[in-house]
């Protein structure tokens, strides 16, 4: 059993900062990437940042500049920093990781239950 928990979420000011947290844990044989989706009221669901490792990473073009995304191996755990928050950024924010349970199981994806992002004066 795989399990991804997210940490962070909150209400925020324009313009303000949240650190969003996810760290995967059960049995993990190793992890090959790491990333945020969001998903907004009446929208689909839309990448936000991955990261493979610190030289690997991806960003959507609504969020670079602005957010940055980092792991820690150690840990299981992936984060993102999110600076100069907008409007527009106001969504339910998922983890996603995509890992091998063990050497006998294929990798796959896993997500975590969402975290919401308020963004509002």
């Known amino acids: 059993q795989v399990q991804l928990v997210e940490s962070g979420g909150g209400l925020v000011q324009p313009g303000g900062s949240l650190r969003l947290s996810c760290a995967a844990s059960g049995s993990i044989f190793s992890i090959i990437a790491m990333g945020w989706y969001r998903q907004a009221p009446g929208k689909q669901r839309e990448l936000v940042a991955t990261?493979?490792?610190?030289?690997?990473?991806n960003y959507a073009d609504s969020v670079k500049g602005r957010f940055t995304i980092s792991r820690d191996n150690a840990k299981n755990t992936v984060y993102l920093q999110m600076n100069s928050l907008k409007p527009d950024d106001t969504a339910v924010y998922y983890c996603n990781s995509y890992l091998q349970r063990s050497h006998a199981y294929r990798a796959r994806a896993y997500w975590g239950q969402g975290t919401q992002v308020t963004v509002s004066s």
């Open positions: 990261i493979i490792n610190s030289d690997s990473t």
